[in-house]
């Protein structure tokens, strides 16, 4: 089969547009998306930590 360069081009035009979609996409995710879940997820442990030292008291023996 031979392809003319018409549809060479196509092609390469079509290779380009995914590799750029799949660009922006793993820039979106790498300095986007994980970063915020990552700070929600530790701020989350943090305050949930918090709030039950609130309620139980902070770790280590009873005072006395």
């Not at 943090?46 to 709030?51: A, K, P, S, T, Y």
């Amino acid at each position: 089969m031979i392809q003319d360069k018409g549809e060479a081009a196509d092609a390469s035009q079509a290779t380009r547009a995914v590799r750029r979609k799949e660009l922006v996409t793993f820039l979106v995710l790498a300095f986007g998306i994980w970063p915020i879940l990552a700070v929600g997820v530790v701020g989350g442990y943090g305050f949930l930590v918090w709030m039950w030292q609130i309620v139980f008291g902070p770790p280590g023996p009873p005072g006395g």
